[in-house]
DNA sequence: TTAGCTTATTCATATAGTTGACTATGGCAA
DNA sequence: TTGCCATAGTCAACTATATGAATAAGCTAA
């Protein structure tokens, strides 16, 4: 039931199919709720069924169909009382990538190349994902500097999340290019000696 | 079939029971890998059935029994399997306050204030853990320097991802301040006036 | 012209995660 | 001396999430 609130956050952008959602989730709640499309087309049947949205059928000539979910006065405010009330649960995260880095010790060097190249590839995505944002946020500031933008704008939700999610590839970013030096350095260090004899 | 794999890791540092692993998942792994008592036990229960993890039960005289775990052979096969195996999942974020963040200009001053003090709440706690993390720290490096830790030290993937953690961290305190700033400044700016009128 | 991609959605099934209550024991403080 | 907190765990029921496949249309490049 926590999902939905995702959702309505989305919608608070505008109108959307469960397709526009499913790839980006309007590209700026998914960074911080993500969701698999099953998952959001059921979300949004139900909360049809609850009045919360509402759907229009969209017909279109060279593609299927699509429904077209908006929130009604009814979702606003039920979004508005989950906002304003009770505490926001603590940040949930499940990173595979921290768990193989856990066990970066348990073999030779064979593993230890492994969990360097997953951290490799975590700093990659990372820094694609840092470039989109800074696009978003400069589509977003459209010219105005950061200060001109938070005193005018009428929304800056969507910019202060934005930068919520560039913090975190940042932060990203640098811990794993530590983490690359320090696990080659100590490579060099141990010389393919004692870890090697680790291996078995 | 994800989650067992944080707890091989956690079992890892030495053996300890289900409930050992549920405050605080041995203090470390937790803080990737979140889970609660009855998942772990249910766990637990499960990998000794498959030969991953093997308990002892430790008779204790002014509190209940426990059953202590510890990693199997197989289990350390398995767990090493999956480290040097396919790329990591990536990480999987479950924000609400960044679902608040996002709705912030829903309604009026009020809504907005119930989302800073929220930020407030989430700095708070990530300053608190910021500062546990630091303890963390200094006990593991128990004196020497970080370079002389990493080239020396028999486990490192512990430290790296205590680092991820001091880094996840102070990026959220870092947002949370500016966050609140720019929250504060744009309540000045438009001094109860349109915000006011957003109410309704 | 056929294989693969994108749009757009639905169905069924499997796995994972949450919630609340319940059993025990002992320590500590009001 | 009652009540709450910490240790240590179990059970049942529920909700949420993920996986895989199916359908159906048109577009594009080999």
Redesign the pocket.
């Known amino acids: 039931?926590?999902?939905?609130n995702a959702v309505m956050a989305a919608l608070l952008e505008g109108e959307a199919?469960?397709?526009?959602l499913?790839?980006g989730f309007e590209a700026s709640v998914a960074n911080f709720w993500?969701?698999?499309?099953?998952?959001l087309?059921?979300?949004?049947?139900r909360m049809e069924g609850e009045g919360l949205v509402s759907a229009r059928?969209?017909q279109?000539?060279?593609?299927?169909?699509?429904?077209?979910f908006s929130l009604t006065e009814a979702g606003r405010r039920v979004l508005r009382a989950y906002v304003a009330g009770g505490p926001a649960?603590p940040l949930?995260i499940?990173d595979e990538l921290m768990v193989k880095v856990q066990c970066v010790d348990i073999g030779g060097a064979e593993d230890v190349a492994a969990v360097l190249a997953a951290v490799a590839e975590r700093v990659e995505r990372s820094t694609a994902k840092l470039a989109r944002y800074r696009r978003m946020q400069e589509r977003m500031l459209a010219g105005r500097t950061e200060d001109e933008y938070l005193a005018t704008a009428e929304r800056v939700g969507p910019y202060l999340t934005l930068q919520g999610g560039i913090a975190l590839e940042k932060g990203n970013i640098q811990w794993g290019e530590t983490v690359l030096e320090r696990l080659a350095q100590r490579a060099a260090a141990l010389g393919g000696g004692p870890a090697a004899t680790l291996s078995g």
């Open positions: 039931m926590a999902l939905r199919s469960g397709y526009d499913a790839k993500m969701a698999t499309p099953q998952q087309y059921r979300e949004l049947e059928v969209v279109q000539e060279r593609r299927p169909n699509k429904r077209l649960k949930a499940r």
